[in-house]
T-cell receptor
Framework: GAVVSQHPSRVICKSGTSVKIECRSLDFQATTMFWYRQFPKQSLMLMATSNEGSKATYEQGVEKDKFLINHASLTLSTLTVTSAHPEDSSFYIC?????????????FGPGTRLLVL | AQSVTQLGSHVSVSEGALVLLRCNYSSSVPPYLFWYVQYPNQGLQLLLKYTTGATLVKGINGFEAEFKKSETSFHLTKPSAHMSDAAEYFCAVRVGSGNTPLVFGKGTRLSVIA
């Protein structure tokens, strides 16, 4: 099946610094990727929809200036958490749609665990 | 807007017993329905999905789910639990094309007792 990778798998940073998380579709091109956030023992909440070559669409309540999304190519979307604070600590998961496959299926990355000290 | 309700945040079964994880959805149009499994500190793995056609769908690892439109349900079952089934299970719904995101339930943690 289609493979989506994320890097890094986990990151620890100091409060006030910025962290970039990469999401790559390894064996297919994805015009649309999604970014989700998962707090401990909770479900995944959609943060934004990332479209190649255009601005991301953010869900209500998600600060676009804090969570910068760049989908510069058909295989890479990046999420940058700017000026991170402890409350940003979470599990961030991306997903991508395989264009040539069943339109109903999203493929998820393994997630990135962010800890802000 | 669509929504997903998973009854029971935690389900515990004995090894070899039937697994039943409940999922109800709300949607004004026919939805696409999914079950995902998440092991600790890992991403999501698709177990099975319903799009159209046969309402009983079979997935990986012996799981299956039945779409019941009249009950707006998509419960996940497995005849005999295995220790390796212990994980978090998420039911999800999507309405529309593949470019629309999934809406997830809150998840059900399955524990399997030896």
């Amino acid at each position: 099946g289609a493979v989506v990778s994320q890097h890094p798998s986990r990151v620890i940073c100091k409060s006030g610094t910025s962290v970039k998380i990469e999401c790559r579709s390894l064996d297919f091109q994805a015009t649309t990727m999604f970014w989700y956030r998962q707090f401990p023992k909770q479900s995944l909440m959609l943060m934004a929809t990332s479209n190649e070559g255009s601005k991301a669409t953010y869900e209500q309540g998600v600060e676009k200036d804090k969570f910068l999304i760049n989908h510069a190519s058909l295989t890479l979307s990046t999420l940058t958490v700017t000026s991170a604070h402890p409350e940003d600590s979470s599990f961030y998961i991306c997903s991508a749609i395989l264009p040539s496959g069943p339109q109903e299926t999203q493929y998820f990355g393994p997630g990135t665990r962010l800890l802000v000290l | 807007a669509q929504s997903v309700t998973q009854l029971g945040s935690h389900v515990s079964v004995s090894e070899g017993a039937l697994v039943l994880l409940r999922c109800n959805y709300s949607s004004s149009v026919p939805p696409y329905l999914f079950w995902y499994v998440q092991y600790p500190n890992q991403g999501l793995q698709l177990l099975l999905k319903y799009t159209t056609g046969a309402t009983l769908v079979k997935g990986i690892n012996g799981f299956e789910a039945e779409f019941k439109k009249s009950e707006t349900s998509f419960h996940l079952t497995k005849p005999s639990a295995h220790m390796s089934d212990a994980a978090e299970y998420f039911c999800a719904v999507r309405v529309g094309s593949g470019n629309t995101p999934l809406v997830f339930g809150k998840g059900t943690r399955l524990s399997v007792i030896a």
